[in-house]
């Protein structure tokens, strides 16, 4: 994928046709958000389930969630179990300080055979994803932009519930770059404030739509000034079935942060949120990749 931000900035501007466009076309893919591979095949591990079809072999408790690795609850969304994560490092590959210059990382140093799951924006909330997150407990960090989740704070709250953070990533979704420091600054705070007022929870990672500006000392001044504490990239980022890889072998490594958005039906052609995310597991999977939570890497500041 293109790391280029002039690229992402010329072809974001071409394709914000109208204001719809700042909800469903916010993508960070560096491809102009409309050039997703037309990829048209569908997998086993793309059915969503069926109301009817429940397991009936399950062990678990009738109505309770079932536990991670319980491979009813993942044969209900059309997926073998994943391997559970290791063991979370003592000694964290990440140490946040609490104050100075922010890091910007786009993976973790470790060498378990693990990645990161990180999902953007906010825009598609569909009550089927909060269903299967509560089902097979895979952990997500969340990058939620304020202006994209305000019409519905609530659809996030049973995701963090189930021990997912939520994220800073701006108010309107900008091109970071283009903007004086203190509209920046403006973009992070008040998203940061709107979080932490509906979350209870003050962002530690801010991300920059597209990963644009990343590595500029202004932006990273405007991060300090707000409270976060890390600028996180990627290494892959989800499109409808497959990932777009940084790595030329296009391989998943360990630490790997994924990108991934909240979409649904009319950016992902015609697929569902759930079916893009059975996807994505079934991509990690087949690369004999867990999952792990990104939080269980990075040590916060001491306060
Ligand atoms: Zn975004």
Not at 154 to 172: D, E, S
Request: net charge neutral; with cysteine.
């Amino acid at each position: 994928m293109s790391r280029d931000g002039r690229s992402r900035t010329r072809t974001y501007a071409a394709g914000a046709l109208a204001l719809l466009a700042f909800a469903t076309a916010c993508g960070d893919n560096g491809d102009g958000g409309g050039a997703a591979p037309a990829a048209t095949k569908t997998t086993a591990a793309a059915s969503p389930p069926s109301g009817g079809a429940a397991p009936t072999a399950a062990a678990t408790t009738p109505g309770a969630a079932p536990a991670e690795g319980d491979a009813a609850a993942w044969a209900k969304w059309n997926l073998k179990p994943l391997a559970p994560a290791p063991a979370p490092p003592a000694d964290k590959p990440i140490k946040l300080e609490r104050t100075g210059t922010v890091p910007v990382i786009s993976d973790v140093k470790t060498s378990d055979k693990v990645v990161f799951i990180t999902i953007d924006d906010g825009a598609e909330k569909d009550p089927k994803f909060v269903e299967m997150l509560t089902d097979l407990k895979v952990p997500i960090t969340m990058f939620l932009t304020k202006d994209i989740v305000k019409n519905d704070y609530g659809y996030f709250k049973p995701l963090q519930a189930l021990g997912n953070h939520i994220q800073n990533h701006t108010v309107t979704h900008p091109v970071m770059s283009k903007l004086p420091a203190d509209k920046q600054k403006a973009e992070i705070c008040d998203d940061q404030a709107a979080l932490t007022q509906q979350y209870g929870t003050a962002p530690l990672l801010f991300r920059p739509p597209f990963g644009d500006g990343a590595n500029t000392p202004m932006l990273n001044t405007s991060v300090q000034q707000c409270g976060p504490r890390a600028i996180v990239l990627w290494r892959e980022s989800m499109q409808i079935h497959d990932m777009q890889y940084q790595a030329a072998d296009k391989k998943l490594k360990p630490g790997d942060i994924i990108l991934a958005h909240f979409r649904g039906p009319k950016e992902l052609k015609g697929a569902t949120m759930t079916q893009m995310f059975a996807d994505l597991l079934a991509r990690i999977q087949e690369q004999g990749f867990s999952v792990a939570r990104l939080d269980d890497y990075i040590q916060a500041p001491a306060s």
